[in-house]
T-cell receptor
């Protein structure tokens, strides 16, 4: 049973460019959340997708956008990259409506470096 | 809104010694509380959670935590650590009904020394 998979594992981009990160949720999960983890900090919630729509959003600018596909996989897009966007981007999946006894499952993340 | 404060950014401890990692939270509503562990170049793994009931919760790898509502704390403890416990530990909260939107602390690096 595959867990949460993210691609690519590492990425280097230049300021001003655009980037797309991908996430496949754990089998049986239908909800995907994205987190940004800057170096030396805890993860920060970006947004959550369910039924192909953004359902919740954290305090991130519109440069951060996403998408969820019918197979529940998800993409995170970041436009006009800034140096401060350098971080580990984590994807977490869950089953909508499940209790907290069913935990979030995190992927290993995509390390984005903006130069 | 919720916030989490992890009082120690780094905790060095010798192997087989006890350890406590401190976490305090702030929230105007009832919350659920979690501890996650992150090993180098990996994602987050759930250690334990407090949802309701007994304030002492036990998790994986011999860790336990105690919820103290009056002190708004959720400290993580282990009576005897191993080299393999070396990792970053994150305390997190979520408001009831917030559909899994977690607020994390800044993390505590636990280093177990031989």
């Amino acid at each position: 049973d595959a867990g949460v998979t993210q691609s690519p594992t590492h990425l280097i981009k230049t300021r001003g460019q655009q980037v797309t990160l991908r996430c496949s949720p754990k089998s049986g999960h239908d909800t995907v959340s994205w987190y940004q983890q800057a170096l030396g900090q805890g993860p920060q919630f970006i947004f959550q997708y369910y039924e192909e729509e953004e359902r919740q959003r954290g305090n991130f600018p519109d440069r951060f956008s996403g998408h969820q596909f019918p197979n529940y996989s998800s993409e995170l897009n970041v436009n006009a990259l800034l140096l401060g966007d350098s971080a580990l981007y984590l994807c977490a999946s869950s089953l909508r409506g499940s209790s907290y006894n069913s935990p979030l499952h995190f992927g290993n993340g995509t390390r984005l470096t903006v130069t | 809104a919720q916030s989490v404060t992890q009082l120690d950014s780094q905790v060095p401890v010798f192997e087989e010694a006890p350890v406590e990692l401190r976490c305090n939270y702030s929230s105007s509503v009832s919350v659920y509380l979690f501890w996650y562990v992150q090993y180098p170049n990996q994602g987050l793994q759930l250690l334990l959670k407090y949802l309701s009931g007994s304030t002492l919760v036990k998790g994986i790898n011999g860790f336990e935590a105690e919820f103290n509502k009056s002190q708004t704390s959720f400290h993580l403890r282990k009576p005897s650590v191993h080299i393999s416990d070396t990792a970053e530990y994150f305390c997190a909260v979520t408001a009831l009904g917030s559909a899994r939107q977690l607020t994390f602390g800044s993390g505590t690096q636990l280093t177990v020394l031989p």
